[in-house]
């Protein structure tokens, strides 16, 4: 499913986040990438999500080479086939968290069906139901959070990429989160794990742990 083949990353000053890493990811696995702020596991997702281009080496996503797509290309790909989830959320916050969590949806022109059942299933699945209405910047941190996993998963998208996913969670909305992993990988969705959470570490339907130090594989 994703495959990186001698990746470096550099960015300006010289700063390399990524140095020559080759990985193999199968399709259905839950992939938990560890390791410190500043280890590059940031950057590895992006690189997957072709977000941002590697400086040395190629990224195959679901047999796409991502990483020589032109960006209007990565941008189709990515919402077709990835859910991100943010560290920071990057959520529009005068807008709803209905309209935040629809967002993704809004190129695909589905029938308004549609749209309500997807809705209404990301809404209970993260509890938010009763926010649905509230402008994102009136929730808290936990819930802009479950905002941004909903909105995540509203495309069904094949690959989960979620970066530091229970950083603003408490320890309850973070097992809650996990319950959803769960579901997910049930549901045969590749899942990427950027965290140094240790709640993570030694999950039983983790398929694989990849420490990070200095933007090599440790």
Do not use: W
Not at 47 to 62: C, N, R, Y
Not at 107 to 128: A, G, H, Q, V
């Amino acid at each position: 499913m994703i495959e990186l083949k001698n990746v470096s990353k550099e960015y300006e000053g010289g700063v390399k986040a990524l140095d020559s890493v080759s990985l193999k990811f199968s399709e259905g696995e839950v992939i938990v990438i560890k390791g410190m702020s500043g280890s590059g596991k940031s950057s590895m997702l992006s690189l997957i999500a072709g977000l941002s281009k590697p400086t040395e080496g190629e990224v195959v996503v679901d047999t796409k080479h991502i990483s020589k797509l032109a960006d209007h290309f990565a941008t189709s790909f990515r919402r077709e086939n990835i859910g991100m989830i943010f560290q920071k959320y990057n959520l529009i916050a005068d807008l709803s968290v209905k309209e935040n969590i629809l967002l993704p949806l809004v190129p695909l022109n589905l029938k308004r069906e549609e749209l309500d059942e997807r809705l209404s299933r990301e809404l209970e699945r993260f509890s938010l139901m009763n926010k649905k209405d509230t402008q994102v910047k009136k929730l808290s941190g936990g819930e802009q959070q479950r905002c941004a996993i909903a909105r995540a998963n509203i495309n069904n998208p094949k690959i989960i990429l979620a970066d530091e996913p229970t950083a603003n969670l408490d320890e309850k909305l973070s097992l809650s989160f996990i319950d959803s992993l769960l579901a997910m990988k049930s549901e045969n969705r590749t899942i990427i794990i950027a965290t140094h959470d240790p709640l993570f570490f030694d999950l039983d339907f983790v398929d694989c742990v990849v420490e990070m130090r200095h933007g090599k594989i440790v």
